[in-house]
């Protein structure tokens, strides 16, 4: 070569690339990417407004900078060791020697802008370059591939140094490059920062990290971006190409904001809803603040929570105070059943020109006609080679990350899924930023927000606070939320907000709506009266009676529900009861199915209880189930029996007792008026004596024991119901089995004490939780610190950290062994493979028992090959068909033993 200039570094390379340049020059890829920032800015959901009005600068020096930003963002591939990853492209690149690649091309970034550039850079371009403030902002730029870059290893002992990994030639060529840009891109009359405004761009760093990253993947799409290997004037393509094509980028990804549907009436926006509950009422009159704010929902069940608060988010979305929607849900039952309901109504909050996206989140449930899902779709195109060194190129993070509709969710306009994919916005996980951004400018919607443990209330508290900081709307539901977790939430959006810690305002009132804004309102809802009842509560303290109570329930021609602890305790129940009642009348329903066998199964328990089953659909069937059945599905039995459990959950479960109107021969009710006898819950457990004995709770629930461990908060919740004899629902203050009274008679601060003989698990449940949330506060970022590495401790692929702690779980998919092919479990339809699939604990399944994979090593590395779904780490289980409809398959557990795995699709996946 003659000389060295920037135009002697590539950027982008594929082998496959037919028809097009064999690599895209590396000035040339920066250009592509600020491109794609400045269009995405011009976005309202990604405006950089609010960090503008705090720095009190103007907007467009603010837009520049990080544009000018973005343009270096990639600096690090003037490292020669980079270069030499693909030698050999051309004579006209540098040659392939010198230093080593021994670190990612993003930490390379930011070294060369932290040991060259700070201090060489023009002052009067870059007023104070070598302070911190650019040094978070340059944070932002470098972690592009979606996690910060780093500043040292061995635990931060040993500095890392830019002139150990570029040559002088190189350092040349990036200053030659840098020098060009900044004669035309950076903008004029950048302020020099002032004291405490790198703490103001460390709280907004996190936004910017993750429009880098976005930019970064709408740069490198090969089909706007085509490679040019040869020199052009930078200004030149920045205007003739790189622009324009930027525009069809960000076009073709739909992220542009949909119009808004403006209604008269908010209520309007349900077709069904002539004559809303006082809830419903109260969220489409309640005056709005200006700017960010929240509303915490507390209701009976059946109140229409769901409907309020989607009345809620299209006024908040009219006023301009959000552009879509994110609900969150305690599980992947409740967002199925969630994102029907949600399917049914999303495009009213749009304009009839609209063409707004819905996607669930998580890919279990077939995609509905109708629902837009293009949204950032990856191009038919050959993606660009991956590096070394853990340095995964940008379409391959990209096409991986959008495979799965789970976090692809977060971007659409309206997202529906579990709580765990926003909660991954506040832990150290690669594309962490991605997921706030794709919070930012949407309504958080949070159902069931009581039903999470301490470590993910934690969670949730830190993502409230972040999610008031981006300037984001929030609405939380809940039937039994105790007044102290109340409190901790409201102040946890309060303190994103900037509001100083004071005490909140004691209304122990239920119903009751909260807005938190710059004040704290609460305001007092009547329930409607269908919902006024009170549900008498009566012991079993034998399991044979249970099953005695069942059988005659069933043979008077009720339909019953029994909801177990356990799986085994439901499934022993399934297969004990089919011994007397006829097996079409049974229906057995869990979470160890297969999701597409679950999905058929809810909707059979709709057809059986849900709310417009017939009377003779509904006569004499009986339902036993788990824990999923007291939040995901509105159905109504006559008859329930609940294993004892905490008392917030037995509220929850009675609210599915007599939940619709219905005559005496179980068909519903024409007016509205309920026939059948006033409801009992069974409730079976030990009795709540004055003494009990230390294995109260064990010795009737050996398993159950272990899901819920704290036998003095179930003894407190026994006793309470024991001396209320009913739960009244709602109640008033004070009366007898009022639910608000009931849930502060077991979390409340006046308790009444635990017996002696119960105390030390209450104690040990107690630490229990502490070290959760302080579990909790160790794994989540520090947000405060910015995108840099000392945010957290180290940062993780976003499956190797927990959102939920406890025992571990895997995702198993099943496959059905077809003639030495293994096709999946659930064929037919959309997402065959999600559908197959079904979550375990991991102690269960470490990997394939040894004959089993030699058996099937040939047909596995073909089906990994063939669907990206299943490539590595992902557990593919093939099943083959044993002795009449069970299929089997083995597997390692985390002890070494050899288990057999056999599922079918009544009884579900077991293990032996």
């Known amino acids: 070569m003659s000389q060295i200039t920037c135009f002697s570094y590539w950027g982008k390379a594929s082998p496959e690339q037919a ?249 309007a926006v349900f077709d069904y809803l002539h004559k809303p509950t006082p809830l419903q009422r109260y969220a489409a009159e309640v005056p709005l603040e200006t700017g960010p704010q929240l509303f915490l929902l507390e209701d009976v069940t059946g109140a229409g929570k769901t409907e309020a608060a989607l009345i809620l988010t299209q006024r908040l979305m009219q006023a301009g105070l959000g552009g879509g929607l994110y609900f969150a849900l305690p599980s992947m039952a409740t967002a199925n059943q969630m994102y029907q309901r949600v399917g049914q109504v999303y495009r009213h909050l749009y304009g009839e020109a609209a063409n707004p996206s819905l996607i669930l989140a998580h890919g279990a449930r077939g995609l509905i006609e109708g629902f837009r899902q293009s949204v950032l779709q990856p191009s038919e195109q050959p993606a660009d080679r991956s590096y070394a060194c853990e340095d995964i190129s940008a379409t391959a993070q990209c096409n991986a990350w959008l495979a799965d509709s789970r976090k692809k969710a977060l971007l659409a306009e309206i997202g529906v899924g579990t709580l765990d994919q926003a909660l991954l916005a506040v832990l150290p996980v690669r594309h962490q930023s991605l997921r706030l951004l794709g919070l930012v400018g949407k309504v958080l919607l949070v159902d069931e927000v009581h039903a999470y443990d301490p470590y993910l209330m934690t969670l949730l508290k830190l993502l409230l606070t972040a999610h008031a900081r981006q300037g984001g709307c929030a609405i939380l539901l809940s039937a039994t939320l105790p007044l102290a977790i109340r409190d901790e939430l409201l102040a946890a959006y309060r303190c994103g907000r900037g509001a100083s810690a004071e005490p909140l305002p004691d209304d122990r009132r239920y119903p009751l709506a909260t807005q938190v804004g710059p004040r704290v309102d609460h305001y007092g809802c009547e329930t409607r009266p269908q919902l006024k009842r009170r549900v008498q509560v009566q012991g079993l303290h034998d399991e044979t009676a249970a099953f005695v109570l069942v059988i005659e329930q069933a043979r008077a021609g009720h339909c019953v529900c029994w909801i177990r602890n356990t799986v085994e305790d439901a499934r022993r129940a399934y297969e004990s009861l089919g011994k007397t009642l006829p097996p079409e009348d049974l229906l057995l329903f869990h979470s160890r199915f297969a999701m597409g066998d679950r999905l058929d199964i809810e909707d059979r328990v709709l057809a059986c209880f849900g709310k417009h089953s017939t009377g003779a659909e509904r006569r004499g069937k009986v339902l036993i189930g788990t824990q999923v059945l007291e939040q995901s599905l509105d159905f109504c039995v006559d008859a329930m029996i609940s294993d004892l459990a905490p008392i917030d959950l037995l509220i929850q479960r009675a609210g599915r007792l007599q939940r619709h109107a219905r005559l005496a021969n179980g068909a519903p009710a024409p007016d509205g008026v309920e026939r059948r006898e006033p409801p009992v819950l069974h409730v079976f457990g030990p009795e709540p004596v004055d003494k009990p004995a230390g294995d109260w709770y064990c010795a009737l629930f050996p398993k159950a024991c272990f899901v819920y461990p704290d036998a003095g908060q179930l003894w407190l919740g026994a006793r309470a119901l024991a001396r209320a004899g009913c739960i009244a629902s709602p109640g008033q203050p004070g009366e007898v089995g009022a639910v608000r009274g009931l849930v502060e008679a077991v979390y409340g601060e006046e308790t009444e004490t635990i017996p002696d003989s119960l105390q030390r698990a209450s104690l040990e449940q107690k630490g229990k939780d ?103 780490p992902a557990f593919v289980l093939p099943l083959a068909q044993g002795a009449g409809a069970v299929l089997s398959g083995k597997v390692v557990d985390k002890r070494g033993h050899v288990l057999e795995m056999r599922y079918d699709p009544v009884i579900g996946l077991r293990w032996h």
């Open 19 to 267: 028809g097009s340049a064999k690599f895209h020059l590396l000035v040339f890829h920066a250009l592509d990417v600020a491109a794609c920032g400045r269009a995405l800015l011009a976005l309202p959901q990604f405006s950089l407004e609010n960090l503008a009005n705090e720095l009190n600068w103007p907007l467009e020096v603010v837009d520049g900078l990080f544009v000018f930003f973005l343009v270096l963002h990639d600096l690090g591939k003037f490292a020669r060791g980079f270069q030499a990853l693909v030698p050999d492209l051309s004579p006209h690149l540098v040659p392939a020697l010198g230093k080593p690649y021994l670190k990612r091309h993003d930490t390379l970034s930011w070294l060369f802008w932290r040991d060259i550039l700070a201090e060489g850079f023009p002052a009067d371009a870059l007023p104070g370059s070598d302070s911190e403030f650019w040094a978070v902002w340059m944070r932002t730029a470098a972690g592009h591939h979606g996690r910060p870059p780093e500043d040292a290893e061995g635990g931060g002992l040993i500095a890392l140094a830019a002139e150990d990994y570029f040559l002088r030639e190189d350092r040349r060529a990036a200053w030659e490059f840098v020098e060009h840009v900044v004669a035309w891109l950076l903008p004029g009359g950048i302020p020099k920062p002032g004291r405490g405004q790198d703490k103001i761009l460390c709280r907004h760093a996190w936004r910017l990290a993750g429009l880098a990253v976005l930019a970064d993947w709408l740069g490198s799409n090969q089909a706007f971006f085509s490679y040019r290997s040869t020199p052009l004037e930078l200004v030149e393509y920045w205007q003739a190409q790189a622009l324009p094509q930027a525009t069809r980028a960000v076009t073709h990804a739909g992220l542009e904001a949909q119009p808004i549907r403006h209604w008269e009436r908010p209520e």
């Open 770 to 872: 502490l070290a959760l949330e302080s579990q909790a506060w160790f794994n989540a970022l520090k947000l405060d610190k910015g995108y840099c590495a000392d945010s957290s401790g180290r940062w993780y692929e976003d499956t190797r950290i927990p959102t939920r702690l406890g025992d571990e779980t895997l995702t198993l998919y099943l496959a059905r062994d077809v003639n030495g092919e293994l096709r999946p479990l659930r064929e037919g339809g959309s997402h065959p493979w999600e559908q197959s699939a079904v979550r375990i604990d991991a102690r269960r399944a470490e990997k394939l028992a040894p004959d089993w994979e030699a058996r099937f090593a040939t047909a596995l590395q073909t089906l990994r090959e063939r669907c990206r779904l299943l490539a590595e």
